[in-house]
């Protein structure tokens, strides 16, 4: 079983649209959780932590599931700017006491005029 | 302005070559790493290190090799350059304070091996 798993897409939507991300992780000794952005020939950067409460920012809501160790981002209000890879990004603190970050494959979302 | 450097965007070497991949960080993160990015596979951590002097293995180190002389800068070594190591090489830096800290990138270098 891959260690955090995503569906690739592509997503392609229109704008306005709301769309949603899921996410799942093996290590159920992860410790936190992350959607990072990947724009296209660019490198990744973060978008939003995620918390056990599930948290917002604006038109992106995360949530997270600890028992069922499943993430979501959802994007509201979809704008064109949105278009971009999707990463789901896990935590783990490793035997040297540092954090090493697992990536998905990521979700691929294209908003539409 | 945060930042992290790569001292190339585009390399292209030839097969048994030796390659430096530079990666400077401003932040004075403790923590760098060295990732690459291969279409269908997603990124993977080739090596990390948490301080000055130390390494850690990542998931693929093998074919690889990394020096961390100075807090700022992490060098990835590929001794002898093959064909399969063509990817985007992202280095990334973090801090050691909290696991929520975030991974700050650098702008990749694309190294093509012929």
């Known amino acids: 079983r891959k260690e955090v798993e995503q569906d690739p897409g592509p997503f392609n939507v229109p704008e306005g649209a709301t769309v949603a991300f899921n996410c799942t992780y093996s290590?159920?000794?992860?410790?936190?959780f992350f959607w990072y952005r990947q724009d296209c020939r660019k490198e990744p950067k973060l978008l939003m932590s995620?918390?056990?409460s599930g948290n917002e920012d604006g038109r992106f809501t995360a949530q997270l599931n600890r028992a069922s160790q499943y993430i979501s981002l959802l994007i509201r209000d979809s704008k064109l700017s949105d278009s971009a890879t999707y990463l789901c990004?896990?935590?783990?603190?490793?035997?040297?006491?540092?954090?090493?970050?697992?990536f998905g494959k990521g979700t691929k979302l294209s908003v539409i005029p | 302005d945060v930042k992290v450097t790569q001292s190339s965007r585009y390399l292209v070497k030839r097969t048994g070559e030796k390659v430096f991949l530079e990666c400077v960080q401003d932040?004075?993160?403790?923590?760098m790493f060295w990732y690459r990015q291969d279409p269908g596979l997603g990124l993977r951590l080739i090596y990390f290190?948490?301080?000055?002097?130390?390494?850690e293995k990542g998931d693929i180190p093998e074919g690889y090799s990394v020096s961390r002389e100075k807090k700022e800068r992490f060098s990835l070594i590929l001794e002898s350059a093959s064909t399969n190591q063509t990817s985007m090489y992202l280095c990334?830096?973090?801090?050691?304070?909290?696991?929520?800290?975030?991974?700050?990138f650098g702008p990749g270098t694309r190294l093509t091996v012929l």
């Open positions: 290190s948490y301080d000055v002097k130390m390494k």
């Open positions: 990334a830096s973090s801090s050691s304070q909290s696991s929520y800290n975030e991974q700050f």
């Open positions: 290590n159920s000794a992860s410790q936190s």
């Open positions: 995620v918390y056990s």
């Open positions: 990004v896990v935590n783990i603190r490793s035997g040297a006491g540092s954090y090493q970050l697992t």
């Open positions: 932040m004075d993160h403790e923590n």
